[in-house]
């Protein structure tokens, strides 16, 4: 009986498996310039309670915002030495927020921010107090604020209902020595409900 004769396994030619190779190249260089553009785009991107813009003028901000704002906005006084580093209005749509967003620091070894809103709910100041739980209570300014910290961060967190000044609820802390955090607690807290004055004085708006 004569075996089938075994048929031969086609042999590419190196022209072919050039031609072959060449579009398997050009999809491996395209993602890996894909993952690059995202991985350049990540580190660029600060995050949000750390984006330092140095001299920043909140006062101009702050007329902007009390354009929007149905309430005033904050602006501390502070020693020399703070530096603002962002002053926004700022819409937290996934938690149902609109806030007034300050953040500081000081002599680049402290930072210190507070988020001002009169549409205030829990996720808002769970997101702003990192999940910290509240650890007690301190009147500043005869204000009760709740108090949330850890081994890294402090918050205050002043209940709208609590805020017996303008009702609006306020959230402030971050790293920083007891002295200023006590000195920003009281300044936030002395700066409630004061009018912003701008150089134009035409109601608060600067533009």
Do not use: C, H
Not at 137 to 159: A, I, K, M, Q, S
Not at 160 to 189: K, R
């Amino acid at each position: 009986m004569t075996e089938p004769e075994e048929t031969p396994t086609p042999q590419l030619t190196q022209s072919q498996a050039k031609r072959m190779r060449q579009p398997m190249i050009g999809v491996v260089i395209t993602v890996a310039l894909t993952l690059l553009g995202v991985f350049a785009v990540m580190g660029l991107r600060p995050e949000r309670d750390v984006a330092f813009t140095p001299d920043v003028n909140v006062e101009e901000a702050a007329g902007w915002t009390s354009d929007v704002a149905e309430y005033a906005p904050i602006v501390p006084d502070l020693p020399e030495g703070w530096t603002a580093n962002y002053a926004r209005w700022e819409n937290r749509a996934e938690l149902g927020v609109t806030a007034w967003e300050v953040g500081y620091s000081v002599e680049e070894q402290s930072f210190l921010s507070f988020a001002q809103t009169d549409e205030p709910n829990p996720a808002w100041i769970n997101e702003l107090t990192r999940q910290i739980r509240p650890t007690g209570e301190e009147t500043v300014g005869g204000l009760t604020f709740e108090v949330r910290e850890n081994d890294e961060y402090r918050y205050y967190v002043l209940e709208a209902e609590a805020n017996t000044v303008d009702g609006t609820a306020i959230v402030l802390g971050g790293e920083a020595p007891d002295e200023q955090f006590e000195n920003f607690a009281e300044a936030v807290t002395e700066s409630i409900d004061v009018e912003v004055e701008t150089e134009d004085d035409n109601g608060g708006s600067t533009g």
